[in-house]
C-alpha cells in the first residue's frame, strides 16, 4: 500500500544552520504530496505543498521539490531559527479521488540559539 | 474563524470507562477526520466522513471505537469500554476536500487511560 518514511528524528541545530529532512514515498500513479509542521501542544498545520511532479512548494522560508524519479520530497530551509523548533511531517494523498493522507512518523526538529 | 475545536483538551479515565470525545468542524467543511496520534505508531487515520456520512473506517481499530456525525457542525468519538492502550492524542481535522486538499487541525484531545 501507499507510505511515506522519513528520516528518524530527533534533529538538533543550530540557529542559521541549513536543514534537510529527507522524506521517500511509495504509491502508485502521482500522489499530492505535503509538509506538515506540529508545534508544541498544537495540532499539525499544512506547511507546503506540491501536487505535481517537479513542483515546488514553498512557505516561510521552507521548500520541497516534488521529484517523481526519486519518489522524493524532501524538506529544506537555508538558515533555521529557534521559532522553527516543532515535530515536521511528510504526507501524501493518492491521485484519484480519496481524501485520506497518509503521513509519515515525524521529525523532531529542536534549533538551539 | 475560530478553527476547529476540540473538548475536552484532556482526558483522565478508568480503564472499562466510556470515553467521548467531542469535534466541531470549520463551518462549511464537507469533510471531517479523527486521527490517533502516539509515539509507537505515529498518526494513523481512523475515520472520515463527508457531508456526515462516514466514506472511510478502515481505520478503526476494533469495535469498542465508534464515531457518529450527527450534523455539519459536530462529531463524537466514543471508546467503549476504554483500555490502557487507547491512551493517545486524538486529532479532529476537516477540510473542503476537492481541489482544496488542506486539512485543518483542531489542537487535540489527550486521553490517558489508567
Known amino acids: 500500500g501507499d507510505s511515506v518514511t522519513q528520516m528518524e528524528g530527533p534533529v538538533t541545530l543550530s540557529e542559521e544552520a541549513f536543514l534537510t529532512i529527507n522524506c521517500t514515498y511509495t504509491a502508485t500513479g502521482y500522489p499530492s504530496l505535503f509538509w506538515y509542521v506540529q508545534y508544541p501542544g498544537e495540532g499539525l498545520q499544512l506547511l507546503l505543498k506540491a501536487t505535481k511532479a517537479d513542483d515546488k512548494g514553498s512557505n516561510k522560508g521552507f521548500e520541497a521539490t516534488y521529484r517523481k524519479e526519486t519518489t522524493s520530497f524532501h524538506l529544506e530551509k537555508g538558515s533555521v531559527q529557534v521559532s522553527d523548533s516543532a515535530v515536521y511531517f511528510c504526507a501524501l494523498r493518492k491521485q484519484g479521488g480519496s481524501e485520506k493522507l497518509v503521513f509519515g512518523k515525524g521529525t523532531k526538529l529542536t534549533v538551539n540559539p | 474563524d475560530a478553527g476547529v475545536i476540540q473538548s475536552p483538551r484532556h482526558e483522565v479515565t478508568e480503564m472499562g470507562q466510556e470515553v467521548t470525545l467531542r469535534c466541531k468542524p470549520i463551518?462549511?467543511?464537507?469533510?471531517l477526520f479523527w486521527y490517533r496520534q502516539t509515539m509507537m505508531r505515529g498518526l494513523e487515520l481512523l475515520i472520515y466522513?463527508?457531508?456526515?456520512?462516514?466514506?472511510?473506517d478502515s481505520g478503526m481499530p476494533e469495535d469498542r471505537f465508534s464515531a457518529k456525525m450527527p450534523n455539519a457542525s459536530f462529531s463524537t468519538l466514543k471508546i467503549q469500554p476504554s483500555e490502557p492502550r487507547d491512551s493517545a492524542v486524538y486529532f479532529c481535522?476537516?477540510?473542503?476536500?476537492?481541489?482544496?486538499?488542506?486539512?485543518?487541525f483542531g489542537p487535540g484531545t489527550r486521553l490517558t487511560v489508567t
Open positions: 466522513f463527508n457531508n456526515n456520512v462516514p466514506i472511510d
Open positions: 463551518s462549511g467543511h464537507d469533510y
Open positions: 481535522a476537516s477540510s473542503l476536500g476537492g481541489l482544496s486538499y488542506e486539512q485543518y
